[in-house]
């Protein structure tokens, strides 16, 4: 069956060092989509991409950066870890019309 | 820009009762809206999804129905169950972006 895994599903880190989250989907979709999931916040966009080479700003992309190489692959980097960047990191995909967004388990990642 | 809001943020309800939960949006020009649930620690299960130009989406237990001049959904689950208790969480596609809810948190009491 087609998924979408992350790794790793658990990460902590130190201010200041850079990080990289992998998100990767077996449904050969070309859309997919970083979030973060913060308390009082819900979820927001951080960054996505409608195919290969193809990168995109959601609303809150200070300080993260993706790159997109093939279809199967997006992974989340962020330079330089910061506290506020604590929080609970959601992939997805879809496909570019119908545009049901399959998630991701997610990675929680703790920056000290 | 799309603000989505989840009323109320939880609810409890006795086993076998109907749940209601709503959803509202600011930005009528929407693709789509989905229904999710997410359970504690965990990612999201798409439930529904609604074109914009249809009116109600069904799955076994679970009606939503979608009136995108008012700005609203409402998502039925009939006959709630304790494994219903969960979160869930309503989110309107523009373009291919999604704008979340914060959602509404259910608990089915046995």
């Known amino acids: 069956d087609a998924e979408i895994t992350q790794s790793p599903r658990h990460k902590i880190t130190e201010t200041g060092r850079q990080v990289t989250l992998a998100c990767h989907q077996t449904?050969?979709?070309?859309?997919m989509f970083w979030y973060r999931q913060d308390l009082g916040h819900g979820l927001r966009l951080i960054h996505y991409s409608y195919g290969v080479h193809d990168t995109n700003k959601g609303e809150v992309s200070d300080g993260y950066s993706v790159s997109r190489s093939n279809t199967e692959d997006l992974p989340l980097t962020l330079e330089s870890a910061a506290s506020s960047q604590t929080s609970v990191y959601f992939c997805?995909?879809?496909?570019?019309?119908?545009?049901?967004?399959?998630f991701g388990p997610g990675t929680r990642l703790t920056v000290l | 820009k799309q603000e989505v809001t989840q009323i109320p943020a939880a609810l409890s309800v006795p086993e076998g009762e109907n749940l209601v939960l709503n959803c509202s949006f600011t930005?009528?020009?929407?693709?789509?809206l989905q229904w999710f649930r997410q359970d504690p620690g965990k990612g999201l299960t798409s439930l529904l999804l609604?074109?914009?130009?249809?009116r109600e989406q069904t799955s076994g237990r679970l009606n939503a129905s979608l009136d995108k001049s008012s700005g609203r959904s409402t998502l039925y689950i009939a006959a709630s169950q304790p494994g219903d208790s969960a979160t869930y969480l309503c989110?309107?596609?523009?373009?291919?972006?999604?704008?979340f809810g914060a959602g509404t948190t259910v608990t089915v009491r046995a």
């Open positions: 997805a995909s879809s496909e570019p019309f119908y545009n049901e967004q399959f």
């Open positions: 609604i074109q914009s130009s249809q």
């Open positions: 930005d009528s020009a929407i693709y789509n």
């Open positions: 989110a309107v596609a523009n373009d291919y972006k999604l704008s």
């Open positions: 449904w050969n979709h070309n859309n």
